[in-house]
């Protein structure tokens, strides 16, 4: 086919539950594609030879060659190319930002300038996971021959999981810690069911263990095992412990009934299931009016949420404008179709509460942009005289979480920056303790699956080098 | 035998119930004022409870379980041989142990099973122990007789008169400082209006008081910002920070609102799981 027919051949859409509709339920938004759409968009892909989609993505997935299977209808061999760099396609495939990673290179996109005619990478990843998953054929790795060495890995989240499946692939004996009764980290407390199902997470955890990961729950290390205490067992340690320090915005009212931080919110909802109470345990506020704060994927996941936990109004508060949201588009419209409200250039100054302590309203003043800030957004002022009352009955804060500080509080020769996240060797992912390693958001704060995933991978090799040079004495 | 295995257990008081519990880590790993978070089963709600004694050898930790709620009950009818869902710990900061004169622990209710390993720890560490406990009627009271066996002194308080001396906790407190008993140091564990109420009566003598929060949780490893508390006007998380605190620092009125948060839901649960139950027991 010539690059002008691919050209012309139109984005093909993917089928979505109706916003009326899936506010009602938590079954996933996007429905996945046909085979025979999958092939279609496939042949969209002109197979650059100079690949910037490539250099786009963080973990250098082969773009165009499993983007060439899928359209000859091979994918068996696409799924296969796809896990050759990405441990978690069916993840990665449904919450990567593709839109700023691969996609956005993309020729076709450049060509049709503007991004959202890009190939759809992300799409086209799910695609391929989902078939081999239904397939019930998952393809298992070759396992390397045992090396006789051991590894802890503290944290069962995206960084965990990648470290956990590329080391038992190099024959070691790997034992994941988690500090939950649930693997899988921010993938099963914080992003809920409608955007990524947790039988793919469990599914997923659950092929680690048939290649012989042992995950043991309840595990807080710092608290039942010191890292020292790690080490009479382990030959090498991995921290990917994330970012789970919600931060609240230190005004008044922030501890009124009703008031939760995104974390708490979420992990309600989708960890604890109280969707499903009381046929669950745990509860969770049913209220008509919510509003979270803060402009991230966060914070439309909870927006999202309190509509499906049938709030009548869901409200948006962010202190910018649109542009700088960092929520991925794809969420931004998705929480504006199903009728989430947004209040742009907002600032909440305090939470207002009644007699009994419940929460009652919110106190906002606007606000307009003023000159580039150290993150070269515009930063934004309040306007005097513009403070306003909304009424609310419940309010989130999603404005961002720190790196977790569990495992450094107890662990004083492990440096941390002052942020709290640990300083590791940029090549290696190594801490200042010999044989410790680290990655994603206990090392970069909040960032994204796939940066934790590049990180696990990176600090993964290292840790394969160092326990094979390692003397044994 | 297993993990989380339930190895005996007992009836010490109306509705309260103690277990020996498998779980050899936490066993040998757990100090004073620790707390474990656990679940009955794969819907379960997680809750703390605080781990009032350990056999290392035997590798078993004790719980005391007061029924106030769905998941308590539940646990409370779980059988010795059958296992617990999940149990994680020890969670919390122990208790700060040392030698400061004369320590005056204060148990109401259920809180003296947190109080019992502190007293534990307090005795040994060389001071001289007073304990005041304080139910509303004689029949409440647990580990009355472990307690003695920490306790240089012993003062009994039943609100109705029924046992020791009638009175509230802090009456028999009160007589204490009038007294001029030299107090070092005062740590209160009961319901959350009793270390209210001790905490400001020692304010008013500075004595400095040490008290135990048991706010509601979920992760209890500071994920969820859940148990946070006002102390001295900042937030703290309960369950990493905690649950010990200065009694004088405590946002009081907002620590029994903020306990009160699911009321609702608390009762439609019980009723729900009490109806089932009994259904369950019939057929
Ligand atoms: C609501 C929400 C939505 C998001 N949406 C997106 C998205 O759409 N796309 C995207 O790319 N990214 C998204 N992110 C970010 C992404 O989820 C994280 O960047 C990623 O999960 C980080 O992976 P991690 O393995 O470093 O840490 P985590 O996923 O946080 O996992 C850490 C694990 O370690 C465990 N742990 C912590 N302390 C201990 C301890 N002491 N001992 C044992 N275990 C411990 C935790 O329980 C947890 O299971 C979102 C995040 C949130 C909160
Ligand atoms: C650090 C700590 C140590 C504790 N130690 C003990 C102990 O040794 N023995 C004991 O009997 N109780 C202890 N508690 C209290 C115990 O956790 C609650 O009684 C229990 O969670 C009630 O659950 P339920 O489902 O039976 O009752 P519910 O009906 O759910 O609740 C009854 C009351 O318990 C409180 N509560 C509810 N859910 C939670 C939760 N997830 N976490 C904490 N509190 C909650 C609420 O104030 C509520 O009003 C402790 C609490 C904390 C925080
Ligand atoms: S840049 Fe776009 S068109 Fe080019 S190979 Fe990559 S996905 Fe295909
Ligand atoms: S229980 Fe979640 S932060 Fe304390």
Same mark, same amino acid.
């Given at each position: 086919?010539?690059?002008?027919?691919?050209?012309?051949?139109?984005?093909?859409?993917?089928?979505?539950?109706?916003?009326?509709?899936?506010?009602?339920?938590?079954?996933?938004?996007?429905?996945?594609?046909?085979?025979?759409?999958? &092939?279609?968009?496939?042949?969209?892909?002109?197979?650059?030879?100079?690949?910037?989609?490539?250099?786009?993505?963080?973990?250098?997935?082969?773009?165009?060659?499993?983007?060439?299977?899928?359209?000859?209808?091979?994918?068996?061999?696409?799924?296969?190319?796809?896990?050759?760099?990405?441990?978690?396609?069916?993840?990665?495939?449904? *919450?990567?930002?593709?839109?700023?990673?691969?996609?956005?290179?993309?020729?076709?996109?450049?060509?049709?300038?503007?991004?959202?005619?890009?190939?759809?990478?992300? $799409?086209?990843?799910?695609?391929?996971?989902?078939?081999?998953?239904?397939?019930?054929?998952?393809?298992?790795?070759?396992?390397?021959?045992?090396?006789?060495? &051991?590894?802890?890995?503290?944290?069962?989240?995206?960084?965990?999981?990648?470290?956990?499946?590329?080391?038992?692939?190099?024959?070691?004996?790997?034992?994941?810690?988690?500090?939950?009764?649930?693997?899988?980290?921010?993938?099963?407390?914080?992003?809920?069911?409608?955007?990524?199902?947790? $039988?793919?997470?469990?599914?997923?955890?659950?092929?680690?263990?048939?290649?012989? *990961?042992?995950?043991?729950?309840?595990?807080?290390?710092?608290?039942?095992?010191?890292?020292?205490?790690?080490?009479?067992?382990?030959?090498? /340690?991995?921290?990917?412990?994330?970012?789970?320090?919600?931060?609240?915005?230190?005004?008044?009212?922030?501890?009124?009934?009703?008031?939760?931080?995104?974390?708490?919110?979420?992990?309600?909802?989708?960890?604890?299931?109280?969707?499903?109470?009381?046929?669950?345990?745990?509860? /969770?506020?049913?209220?008509?009016?919510?509003?979270?704060?803060?402009?991230?994927?966060?914070?439309?996941?909870?927006?999202?949420?309190?509509?499906? @936990?049938?709030?009548?109004?869901?409200?948006?508060?962010? &202190?910018?404008?649109?542009?700088?949201?960092?929520?991925?588009?794809?969420?931004?419209?998705?929480?504006?179709?199903?009728?989430?409200?947004?209040?742009?250039?907002?600032?909440?100054?305090? /939470?207002?509460?009644?007699?009994?302590?419940?929460?009652?309203?919110?106190?906002?003043?606007?606000?307009?942009?003023?000159?580039?800030?150290?993150?070269?957004?515009?930063?934004?002022?309040?306007?005097?005289?513009?403070?306003?009352?909304?009424?609310?009955?419940?309010?989130?804060? +999603?404005?961002?979480?720190?790196?977790?500080?569990?495992?450094?509080?107890?662990?004083?020769?492990?440096?941390?920056?002052?942020?709290?996240?640990?300083?590791?060797?940029?090549?290696?992912?190594?801490?200042?303790?010999?044989?410790?390693?680290?990655?994603?958001?206990?090392?970069?704060?909040?960032?994204?699956?796939? @940066?934790?995933?590049?990180?696990?991978? &990176? +600090?993964?090799?290292?840790?394969?080098?160092?326990?094979?040079?390692?003397?044994?004495? | 035998?297993?993990?989380?295995?339930?190895?005996?257990?007992?009836?010490?008081?109306?509705?309260?119930?103690?277990?020996?519990?498998?779980?050899?880590?936490?066993?040998?790993?757990?100090?004073?004022?620790?707390?474990?978070?656990?679940?009955?089963?794969?819907?379960?709600?997680?809750?703390?409870?605080?781990?009032?004694?350990?056999?290392?050898?035997?590798?078993?930790?004790?719980?005391?379980?007061?029924?106030?709620?769905?998941?308590?009950?539940?646990?409370?009818?779980?059988?010795?041989?059958? =296992?617990?869902?999940?149990?994680?710990?020890?969670?919390?900061?122990?208790?700060?142990?040392?030698?400061?004169?004369?320590?005056?622990?204060?148990?109401?209710?259920?809180?003296?099973?947190?109080?019992?390993?502190?007293?534990?720890?307090?005795?040994?560490?060389?001071?001289?122990?007073?304990?005041?406990?304080?139910?509303?009627?004689?029949?409440?009271?647990?580990?009355?007789?472990?307690?003695?066996?920490? !306790?240089?002194?012993?003062?009994?308080?039943?609100?109705?008169?029924?046992?020791?001396?009638?009175?509230?906790?802090?009456?028999?407190?009160?007589?204490?400082?009038?007294?001029?008993?030299?107090?070092?140091?005062?740590?209160?564990?009961?319901?959350?209006?009793?270390?209210?109420?001790? !905490?400001?009566?020692?304010?008013?003598?500075?004595?400095?008081?040490?008290?135990?929060?048991?706010?509601?949780?979920?992760?209890?490893?500071?994920? =969820?910002?859940? =148990?946070?508390?006002?102390?001295?006007?900042?937030?703290?998380?309960? =369950?990493?920070?905690?649950?010990?605190?200065?009694?004088?620092?405590?946002?009081?009125?907002?620590?029994?609102?903020?306990?009160?948060?699911?009321?609702?839901?608390?009762?439609?649960?019980?009723?729900?799981?009490?109806?089932?139950?009994?259904?369950?027991?019939?057929?």
């Amino acid at each position: 086919m010539k690059t002008k027919e691919r050209l012309q051949i139109p984005p093909v859409g993917m089928q979505q539950q109706a916003a009326s509709e899936r506010i009602h339920n938590q079954n996933e938004v996007p429905l996945g594609f046909t085979p025979e759409e999958a &092939r279609l968009e496939a042949l969209r892909c002109l197979q650059c030879k100079n690949v910037p989609c490539i250099a786009g993505c963080p973990v250098g997935i082969d773009i165009p060659s499993f983007i060439g299977f899928i359209a000859e209808g091979n994918f068996q061999d696409a799924i296969l190319k796809i896990k050759e760099k990405n441990v978690l396609p069916a993840v990665c495939g449904r *919450v990567c930002p593709q839109e700023e990673q691969c996609q956005l290179p993309c020729t076709v996109g450049k060509i049709l300038k503007t991004t959202e005619k890009s190939v759809s990478i992300g $799409k086209l990843e799910r695609f391929a996971a989902d078939w081999e998953r239904n397939s019930g054929s998952v393809s298992k790795p070759k396992l390397a021959p045992k090396t006789g060495k &051991r590894v802890a890995i503290v944290g069962g989240g995206p960084a965990g999981l990648t470290v956990a499946g590329d080391l038992i692939k190099s024959g070691h004996e790997v034992t994941v810690f988690e500090a939950l009764h649930k693997a899988g980290g921010v993938l099963v407390y914080g992003i809920p069911e409608f955007r990524l199902p947790k $039988k793919i997470v469990k599914n997923e955890v659950e092929n680690l263990q048939s290649l012989g *990961v042992e995950f043991k729950y309840n595990y807080v290390i710092g608290k039942i095992e010191s890292i020292d205490e790690l080490f009479q067992e382990y030959d090498s /340690i991995f921290i990917g412990t994330g970012a789970g320090l919600p931060r609240f915005m230190g005004i008044e009212g922030e501890n009124l009934l009703g008031v939760y931080s995104a974390n708490e919110y979420l992990t309600r909802a989708n960890l604890m299931r109280a969707f499903d109470f009381p046929n669950a345990d745990t509860p /969770i506020l049913n209220v008509s009016r919510v509003a979270t704060i803060g402009g991230g994927n966060v914070a439309m996941d909870s927006a999202r949420t309190a509509l499906r @936990l049938g709030a009548e109004r869901s409200l948006i508060i962010y &202190r910018r404008s649109e542009v700088e949201m960092p929520a991925r588009n794809e969420e931004i419209e998705h929480a504006k179709d199903e009728g989430v409200e947004f209040h742009l250039l907002v600032n909440p100054i305090r /939470i207002t509460g009644n007699e009994e302590g419940w929460v009652t309203g919110m106190e906002d003043i606007k606000m307009e942009l003023g000159e580039p800030d150290a993150s070269g957004r515009r930063r934004p002022v309040p306007i005097p005289g513009s403070e306003f009352i909304v009424d609310v009955d419940a309010v989130i804060v +999603a404005i961002g979480n720190s790196p977790n500080p569990l495992v450094a509080k107890v662990t004083p020769e492990l440096k941390v920056n002052r942020w709290g996240g640990i300083i590791v060797d940029e090549k290696t992912g190594e801490t200042s303790i010999k044989g410790v390693y680290a990655g994603g958001d206990i090392v970069l704060g909040a960032a994204t699956v796939i @940066l934790a995933m590049g990180e696990g991978r &990176r +600090a993964a090799k290292a840790m394969h080098e160092y326990m094979m040079n390692e003397k044994t004495d | 035998m297993n993990n989380y295995e339930i190895l005996s257990k007992a009836n010490i008081a109306p509705q309260v119930t103690r277990f020996e519990i498998y779980v050899p880590k936490i066993a040998r790993k757990r100090q004073a004022g620790q707390f474990v978070i656990i679940r009955t089963w794969e819907g379960g709600e997680r809750i703390p409870l605080t781990i009032a004694d350990a056999n290392p050898e035997k590798g078993t930790i004790t719980l005391i379980s007061q029924s106030v709620g769905k998941t308590t009950f539940e646990l409370a009818n779980m059988q010795v041989g059958q =296992c617990l869902k999940d149990i994680a710990g020890p969670l919390g900061t122990p208790t700060h142990i040392e030698k400061l004169g004369t320590v005056i622990c204060i148990g109401g209710g259920v809180g003296t099973a947190p109080l019992y390993p502190i007293t534990q720890a307090m005795k040994k560490a060389g001071n001289h122990i007073i304990t005041i406990l304080g139910a509303r009627s004689k029949d409440l009271f647990i580990l009355e007789k472990e307690m003695r066996n920490v !306790s240089d002194e012993m003062i009994i308080a039943t609100d109705d008169g029924s046992y020791g001396e009638k009175g509230f906790v802090t009456t028999a407190l009160q007589k204490l400082i009038d007294d001029g008993r030299q107090i070092n140091q005062v740590i209160a564990i009961g319901p959350t209006i009793m270390m209210k109420m001790v !905490s400001l009566l020692t304010k008013n003598y500075n004595i400095p008081t040490v008290v135990s929060l048991n706010t509601i949780m979920i992760d209890g490893t500071g994920m =969820c910002g859940g =148990c946070r508390i006002s102390i001295n006007g900042a937030i703290k998380f309960v =369950c990493v920070d905690g649950p010990e605190f200065d009694g004088h620092g405590v946002n009081w009125d907002e620590m029994l609102k903020r306990m009160g948060t699911y009321k609702k839901h608390e009762c439609v649960a019980l009723n729900q799981y009490k109806k089932h139950h009994r259904e369950a027991e019939v057929a």
